[in-house]
């Protein structure tokens, strides 16, 4: 149960031009239940089932706006011709609407023994979500297994794999001719809606831990995966990371343990924004319908079309260390210290070098008097800077 208020905001057509905001209530309901069954069908072989429902129910009054006539900001005149680019104006409307979804999920789990060095684990689901306002719905398949084998007394192999099918539905979107009855340019916007959710994503790692002496375990870890979306920006997209990783650990007895980690991640196509941003170069002259006798007139969709660029934040070259130790200088003390070091690039892009690094330190204090009170205390900093495009916004063509 969740009832309270939070901020609710609407964006106003071009007469205001600006985001209008109000104190929302809400008053929230999920109703969850899940049930399962398990059972050992064989020695060391574990099998089992799981149901859930899940039902989420806003109670609270949707929040509505009044949208203004439509009309040039500076003379308010031309109404007839702004409100002819509108789906709708000087109407009070709901707005910041949640929806009532519900979603039904299926598990089946399975975990054993192979042998007597040879473990395994594994998962298969099926889930339904669904939007009981607009009736759209999301599907998803997904499984997962790990297998964990013992090659000699001190080394271990741990294989990890997942995958993921998931669908939305897609939706027609009939919009209103643009600048119907109007002279010059008419334009239909309708459209498909196709998800960005449609996805089939695979992954894979293999893991091999081993232990040095008594003291030190060092792992190095390899994986791949390929993220293959259906629709956007075209049906061949796919983004493919390499993964790399080595940890060591470390323990002295009880005074002293840590560990020290690099993971590096190398992805080709990381998910863009197509044509997201900068018109091409050179062009001065706005192209603009040939029958359009009037004086020139430039509308956002034509600008729109001149756009080129893909624009993303999401890294091609990502770097990871982080350590972190404990220091027990006496049975009722502990020091811990920690840091990580985060950098991450895309130069691949035309005219764009985005660059994002990250610093954090660390340091906790644990106090044990006796065996019925615990202090703690700690402090953590993060320094970040970043490197990303700007792009200037051109209003009146």
């Known amino acids: 149960l969740e009832d309270g208020s939070t901020q609710g905001k609407s964006n106003d057509h071009c007469f205001s031009c600006h985001v209008t905001s109000q104190t ?10 899940e049930v399962g069954i398990q059972a050992d069908v064989a020695e060391n072989h574990t099998v089992g089932y799981e149901f859930g429902y899940r039902v989420f129910q806003p109670q609270g009054m949707a929040p509505s706006a009044y949208y203004d006539e439509a009309k040039h900001p500076g003379n308010g005149g031309s109404q007839a011709e702004f409100g002819s680019r509108q789906n709708f104006d000087e109407v009070t409307m709901v707005f910041d609407q949640a929806p009532e979804t519900e979603k039904i999920n299926n598990k089946v789990r399975a975990k054993g023994k192979l042998g007597q060095s040879t473990k395994y684990k594994g998962s298969v689901g099926y889930s339904v979500a669904k939007n009981k306002n607009t009736q759209l719905e999301t599907q998803a398949w997904s499984g997962a297994a790990a297998l964990s084998t ?3 007394p001190s080394t271990r192999l741990v294989v990890r794999a997942s995958g993921l099918r998931q669908t939305a539905d897609d939706p027609f979107i009939d919009l209103p001719i643009f600048r119907a009855g109007r002279p010059g340019p008419q334009v239909d916007f309708d459209y498909t809606r196709y998800s960005t959710l449609d996805r089939f994503d695979l992954k894979g790692t293999a893991e ?8 030190m375990t060092l792992s190095a870890l390899i994986g791949f995966e390929n ?3 259906d629709d956007y920006p075209d049906e061949d997209y796919a983004s493919k990371t390499f993964i790399g990783q080595a940890k060591l650990r470390y323990r002295k007895g009880s005074k002293f343990s840590g560990w020290a980690k690099y993971r590096f991640e190398k992805t080709s196509d990381p998910f863009v924004s197509a044509r997201g941003l900068f018109e091409a170069r050179g062009r001065e002259v706005m192209v603009v319908d040939t029958s359009w006798t009037l004086p020139f007139h430039a509308f956002y969709h034509q600008r729109e079309a001149l756009r080129y660029q893909p624009i993303t934040t999401a890294p091609t070259d990502y770097h990871e260390i982080e350590g972190k130790a404990t220091f027990r200088p ?3 003390v502990g020091v811990d210290m920690g840091l990580k070091v985060v950098m991450d690039k895309n130069g691949d892009l035309d005219s764009l070098d985005v660059k994002h690094s990250k610093f954090t330190p660390s340091v906790g204090l644990n106090l044990t008097p006796n065996p019925q009170w615990a202090v703690s205390a700690g402090y953590q900093m993060m320094l970040a800077k970043s490197r990303g495009p700007v792009t200037i916004a051109l209003f009146d063509g």
Request: charged share 25%; hydrophobic share 35%.
């Open 227 to 229: 993220l293959k979306r």
């Open 208 to 215: 091999l831990i081993h232990r040095l002496n008594k003291s």
């Open 24 to 33: 929302v209530k809400f008053q929230d309901r999920t109703h969850a239940f």
């Open 150 to 152: 013992v090659l000699s």
């Open 330 to 332: 006496s049975p009722t």
